[in-house]
C-alpha cells in the first residue's frame, strides 16, 4: 500500500512469501484492489514442514494422479497468484509445467486452504529490526 500510494509509478508485481502454509490471503485482495500482480516466492515453502509429504497434498495428489508439488502450484494458480517455481532439474521442470490439464475443486481448494498458518516459515516482515537487517540498516 505505501507504494501504490506515494510512488509515481504502481508496480505491476509483488512477490512475496506465498504457499499453502502462508497463503496471503488479506494482501493478495490489497494487491487485486490495487492492479498488482501476486507472485508467489517460494512456491514450496522451501521444502519446510514436509511440505512433499504433507498429508492434504498427497490425499489431492493420488485423486488426480500428480505430485504434491503439482497440487500446491495447481492450488495458487486457481488462487489467482503466479507461480515460477525454482528448479535446475529438468524433470521436475517438466513436472512443474504439467499442472494445467486438471483443476482443484471447490472441496479440493478449501482443504487447502485449511493449512493456512497465516504467518511466514522464515522471519516477520512486520518486525523492524527484521527490516533494517534485510535493508543492510542493521547497526
Not at 29 to 42: A, I
Request: glycine share 6%; proline share 4%.
Amino acid at each position: 500500500m505505501d507504494i501504490c500510494s506515494f510512488a509515481e509509478v504502481t508496480p505491476a508485481v509483488n512477490q512475496m512469501e506465498t504457499h499453502i502454509y502462508q497463503q496471503q490471503k488479506k494482501a493478495h485482495e490489497y494487491m487485486k484492489n490495487y492492479g498488482v500482480v501476486h507472485e508467489s516466492w517460494g512456491p514450496f515453502a522451501e521444502g519446510r514442514k514436509d511440505f512433499f509429504t504433507d498429508p492434504v497434498l498427497c490425499e489431492l495428489g493420488k485423486k488426480y494422479g500428480k505430485t504434491p508439488a503439482q497440487i500446491a502450484l495447481r492450488f495458487l494458480l486457481q488462487s489467482d497468484v503466479v507461480v515460477i517455481p525454482k528448479s535446475t532439474h529438468k524433470e521436475r521442470m517438466t513436472e512443474n509445467i504439467n499442472v494445467f490439464d486438471f483443476a482443484l475443486t471447490d472441496d479440493d481448494m478449501a482443504a487447502i486452504s485449511a493449512v493456512d498458518e497465516g504467518e511466514s516459515l522464515f522471519f516477520s516482515h512486520y518486525d523492524p529490526a527484521v527490516v533494517e537487517m534485510l535493508m543492510g540498516l542493521h547497526r
